[in-house]
């Protein structure tokens, strides 16, 4: 089995915030100047381009290392179905090719990145669960 540059602790962080991610919708609420309470606090998960969670997940995928980032793109890949662990060296590869300054929004432009990651975590024997990776029996 390939070995992950990045440790499953750091993926499983990456899931939690790509997932509060996910959730977020196109901003709807016409009156966002209303009380919160009486508009039963949609604006939390509206987007509306000063996200909190798109920072810290900016701030946490640009202090990886490059290794690190490749991982990330591959366990999306391998997550996605482009390969399977077999191929970790190809995908691996593939994301090295295809790699930029932009690694954040070729994550956060994959729609259900968490769910693509903990796929590719699992292909590792890995498992996603109560917000933190456990190694699968």
């Known amino acids: 089995m390939p070995e992950l540059a990045i440790s499953a602790e750091k993926v499983g962080f990456l899931i939690e915030k790509a997932r509060e991610f996910d959730v977020k919708d196109a901003p709807t609420d016409p009156d966002s100047g209303s009380n919160a309470t009486d508009d039963g606090m949609i604006d939390v998960l509206e987007d509306n381009g ?32 482009d390969g399977s662990i077999e191929e970790w060296t190809d995908l691996r590869r593939e994301a090295a090719d295809t790699r930029d300054r932009h690694v954040v929004r070729t994550l956060l432009g994959e729609p259900m990145l968490g769910d693509l990651l903990a796929e590719g975590l699992g292909a590792f024997g890995r498992s996603w669960a109560d917000e933190r990776t456990t190694p699968v029996r």
Request: charged share 30%; aromatic share 4%; glycine share 10%.
């Open 50 to 81: 000063s996200d909190p969670v798109v920072r810290e997940i900016t701030g946490f995928i640009n202090a990886l290392t490059e290794d690190e980032q490749l991982d990330l793109i591959a366990l999306m890949r391998l997550g996605r179905g």
